[in-house]
């Protein structure tokens, strides 16, 4: 993913943040907050044969603490109107690939309960539910929302 691509990214991010399903986020940041936050952590899209944006996959640094430079919370969209194709998946697939290959030896995923698509496709890539943060942070304007907490252990990456 390159900045070239953040337009596309944007609009399916702040897809994602309308439905209130997926983010706490309210709105979408800048390209250089956007990649100033992931440093060098992997991030990819997925392109249609016509060269369209149809998703995104990133990971974003759980800390700055040393002890954790191996560890990255996960972020998977796919654009309205072309989920439930197999994007997500080719998109998370890659990502742990990818990962790897760049020393991540977790990938954290924080999950609404009310998103059982996206638990789905994490379950369905090897993650597994490691816990659940009762009413950890509330909507903007709206509700408290639980998270549950999945992660995927790289049987390569950082000799775990």
Known sequence: MGREDWSAVAEIYRAGIRTGEATFEAQEPSWE????????????????????VLGWAALTPVSSRPVYRGVGAVSVYVAPGHQRRGIGRALLEALAEASEL????????????????????????????????????????????????YERRSAQAGGV
Not at 114 to 139: D, K, P
Request: glycine letters at 14%.
């Open 33 to 52: 907050e956007w990649s100033r936050r992931r440093e060098s952590f992997p991030a990819l899209v997925a392109r249609g044969a016509d060269g369209e």
């Open 102 to 149: 760049a020393g991540i030896w977790t990938m954290e995923a924080g999950i609404f309960p009310v998103n059982v698509a996206s638990i789905t496709l994490h379950e369905r890539c090897g993650f597994r539910l490691v816990g659940r943060r009762e009413r950890i942070g509330q909507m903007p304007g709206g509700p408290w929302r639980d998270v549950l907490l």
